[in-house]
Structures are given as C-alpha cells and as structure tokens.
Antibody, heavy 122, light 106 residues
Framework: QVQLVESGGGVVQAGGSLRLSCAAS????????MHWVRQSPGKGLEWVGV????????YYPDSVRGRFTISRDNSNNTLFLQMSSLSAEDTAVYYC???????????????WGQGTLVTVSS | IVLTQSPGILSLSPGERATLSCRAS???????LAWYQQRPGQAPRLLIY???SRTTGISDRFSGSGSGTDFTLVISRLEPEDFAVYYC????????FGQGTKVEIK
C-alpha cells in the first residue's frame, strides 16, 4: 500500500533553515509528481510547491519562492523540502502529497503523509 | 484563484443530507476542482476530482457537481464518520484551497 512518511520537523529560530524528508513506498515513485502542502491554524491549507516526476521542474507560490527548494532522490524514493530564511508565518504542519495520476500535471493528491510540524520561534 | 466555501459550519444529524458550496473567483477550466475530507489529527483525504469524479473507494453517498465558478459537494445521508471538515481545492492554476466547511453533529 502507498505510504508517505515525513520527517525532519521541529523547532527552529526565525531566520534559520530546516530540511524535511518524505520517504515514499508502495508505488512507482519516479512516475509521479510530488508536492508539499502546509497547514496552519491561521492560514488553512496552502500549497508549497511541486517537483515533476523526473525532478527537472519545480514550481513554487510567491510566499516561498526563493526560500524553499524541493528536490527528490528517485533512486531512494525520497522527497525533500529545504527551507531557509524561516519566519513565524512558516509555522505549520507540512505534508508531502502524491499526484493522483502518473506523468501528468493534474495537481490534486490522492495520498498524503501524516505531516510533520515545523515551529519557527522568534 | 480564491475559493470561498459556505457555510462555514453545517450542523446536521446523522441520516440528513449535507450540501456544501464552493465558489471560485474565476472560471475553472475543465472543472479542475477537488474535494477533500479532513478528520481531526489526520491528513486530508481526496473524495472528488474533476468536480464530479469520485476517487476509488469513496462511498457513493458523496457526489460532486458544478462547473465554471460554482461547485457543490453533497453527502446524501450523513454517517457518524462523515462529521469532519471539508475543503475544496482548485488546480486550474497554482493550487489553492477554500477555507473549509465543518460538518458537525447537531
């Protein structure tokens, strides 16, 4: 069965950096675009970015562009989110999520991880 | 694209019908709208995509409809496990979510 397991969350000071990982199993990882989505009480659900199935293309919303970088290791079925210049507004539960169809850019998600909490302290 | 969900809270009894609305600030091409259910402490769960296509394994009590800017999720007969928060999400552009509708037990 499909499993997505995030790790790497924790408490970080404002201005600091953090790297999240998402270990994937139960599907052909290299054929699916992968996303990060975050959820905070104040801002609800927010899409954080995508990496294409091959890893050559990434897209980000304005809120994180230039500060966050998504990468993937297709040989080890792992997704990453490198976050820098963190502020209190980045405090949230971060989920990795799998696109519902292979190879396409249908940006909706049929499997999500359990989430990892990132807290940015000032 | 801004999504506005209504109502914010829906208080109903088990067995009743729930009707949730999602309005987009601009027309969504090819009805690129999804619905998710989120229970406390869990990740969102995909129910509907393409405005009306049910995901594998989702009960036929859940149905989606709509096009353009107005979309609806209907839960025909509420079961105890259906009391949760529901989000719409558009993928016609950079993905965005509605603020959610909480379906609570009356």
């Amino acid at each position: 069965q499909v499993q997505l397991v995030e790790s790497g969350g924790g408490v970080v000071q404002a201005g600091g950096s953090l790297r999240l990982s998402c270990a994937a199993s139960g599907f052909t990882f290299i054929t699916y675009g992968m996303h990060w989505v975050r959820q905070s009480p104040g801002k609800g659900l927010e899409w954080v970015g995508v990496i294409s199935f091959g890893g050559s293309t990434q897209y980000y919303p304005d809120s994180v562009r230039g500060r966050f970088t998504i990468s993937r290791d297709n040989s080890n079925n792992t997704l990453f989110l490198q976050m820098s210049s963190l502020s209190a507004e980045d405090t949230a539960v971060y989920y990795c999520a799998k696109e519902a169809s292979p190879y396409t850019s249908g940006w909706y998600w049929d499997y999500w991880g359990q989430g990892t909490l990132v807290t940015v302290s000032s | 694209i801004v999504l506005t969900q209504s109502p914010g809270i829906l208080s109903l009894s088990p067995g009743e019908r729930a009707t949730l609305s999602c309005r987009a600030s601009q027309s969504l091409s090819s009805s690129k709208l999804a619905w998710y259910q989120q229970r406390p402490g869990q990740a969102p769960r995909l129910l509907i995509y393409g405005a009306s296509s049910r995901t594998t394994g989702i009960s036929d009590r859940f149905s989606g409809s709509g096009s353009g800017t107005d979309f609806t999720l209907v839960i025909s007969r509420l079961e105890p496990e259906d009391f949760a928060v529901y989000y719409c999400q558009q993928y016609g552009g950079s993905p965005t979510f509605g603020q959610g509708t909480k379906v609570e037990i009356k």
